[in-house]
């Protein structure tokens, strides 16, 4: 279903204001929590971090081949090999949050800018089939706040171990 104006502009204040929540939740976290992983296979922090960083620069991608492309394939990834293979933990944080800030501003910017008939595109995920703009959308504008409710888990799992 097509998002209306007013949905959209609604997603798109919660897609703007996403870096200055995760940012938010990493600053209450202690430095010796930052790295520290509440169970086997999950993630600390600093990982979450540098997680948000690589799934916004893939994203500012996905969403410019959804508006521009005719049928675009958007290629799913397994994020825990990311932080595998990527090794999170050695990768600076703040770097990652810059990197955060500038893609999501960036591309905020050049969705504002877009006319309505712009929107309404779909395309296909090797993941999940068909995947519009609308669904971009609504899952990036969530995908911060829900990344920083984990960050804040994380911490009250280190405070009551």
């Known amino acids: 279903m097509a998002l209306g104006m007013s949905e959209l502009d ?3 204040k919660r897609y703007g204001s996403g870096p200055s929540l995760l940012r938010a939740a990493w600053s209450e976290v202690p430095a010796e929590a930052r790295q520290w992983r509440p169970g086997e296979g999950r993630w600390s922090g600093h990982e979450i971090v540098v997680h948000c960083a690589d ?9 410019r081949l959804l508006l521009a492309e005719k049928e675009p394939l958007i290629i799913g990834y397994d994020e825990n090999e990311w932080a595998r293979r990527f090794d999170y933990h050695g990768q600076d944080v703040e770097l990652a949050f810059r990197t955060i800030e500038a893609v999501r501003a960036h591309t905020v910017t050049m ?42 888990r994380n911490l009250e799992a280190w405070r009551a171990r």
């Open 111 to 152: 969705l504002r800018r877009l006319p309505a008939e712009a929107w309404g595109r779909v395309g296909r995920h090797t993941d999940s089939g068909p995947y519009s703009d609308n669904d971009w959308l609504r899952i990036y504008a969530e995908h911060l706040e829900v990344h920083a409710r984990q960050i804040r």
């Open 55 to 63: 799934s916004e620069t893939y994203g500012a991608t996905r969403i």
């Open 10 to 12: 609604a997603y798109l």
